[in-house]
């Protein structure tokens, strides 16, 4: 149980365009996902904090407008990256805490590779 | 400084050998402590919990926290090739959704 994928799983996308990437609770429901971005031999940095019906909450230094996230139901959250450029190449990785458990517990979908020409 | 410092390794070890890998932080607000493995491009698993200070114990695995020196450890028994993997350390205040996460280290366990 606790399954989390994420969709494209690399996508390679020409600067300028926009990209969307899907992560989904394939067994539970996910009142909270966190969008992360992790660069090579980094740290996961916690980007946004996505809540079902609500806008989401951006930490500090994220631009909100760029990277938008859209939770519309208990299952799927997604991530659009706007105008994309190749600084904002890296890997993405979502995570989704199941309804009513404990603050400590999230399930980390596989990861979106995003490389940006 | 960072929050949360791990030695990025790589750290190489025989098969059979014991591990023991480590963070340190500087937040003394951290109450809640976790051990995450992330093999090579694939999200991260969560290995252990532990909440504020002592030892937890779950098969092969061992984690301990000591919040009076901010030190928290991970030991793995008996390691095996399949435990080739990065290892994470995340920490979260008592509060808040926000887990703040190590660089990860390196572990290569050898035949």
């Known amino acids: 149980g606790a399954v989390v994928s994420q969709h494209p799983s690399r996508v390679i996308c020409k600067s300028g365009t926009s990209v969307k990437i899907e992560c989904r609770s394939l067994?539970?429901?996910?009142?909270?996902m966190f969008w992360y971005r992790q660069f090579p031999k980094k740290s996961l940095m916690l980007m946004a904090t996505?809540?079902?019906?609500?806008?989401?909450?951006?930490e500090q230094g994220v631009e909100k407008d760029k990277f938008l996230i859209n939770h519309a139901s208990l299952t799927l959250s997604t991530l659009t990256v706007t105008s994309a450029h190749p600084e904002d190449s890296s890997f993405y990785i979502c995570s989704a805490r199941p309804s009513g458990n404990s603050q400590y517990e999230q399930y980390f979908g596989p990861g979106t590779r995003l490389t940006v020409t | 400084q960072k929050e949360v410092e791990q030695d990025p390794g790589p750290l190489s070890v025989p098969e059979g050998a014991i591990v023991s890998l480590n963070c340190t932080y500087s937040?003394?607000?951290?109450?809640?402590f976790m051990w995450y493995r992330q093999y090579s491009r694939k999200g991260p698993e969560l290995l252990m919990y532990?909440?504020?200070?002592g030892n937890k114990e779950d098969g092969r695995f061992t984690a301990q926290v000591d919040k009076s020196s901010k030190y928290i450890s991970l030991f793995i028994r008996d390691s095996q090739p399949s435990d080739s993997a990065t290892y994470l350390c995340a920490m979260k205040t008592g509060g808040g959704n926000k887990l703040t996460f190590g660089t990860g280290t390196q572990l290569k366990v050898e035949l």
């Open positions: 067994d539970f429901q996910a009142t909270t």
């Open positions: 937040n003394s607000a951290f109450q809640y």
């Open positions: 996505s809540n079902e019906g609500s806008k989401a909450t951006y």
């Open positions: 532990t909440y504020s200070s």
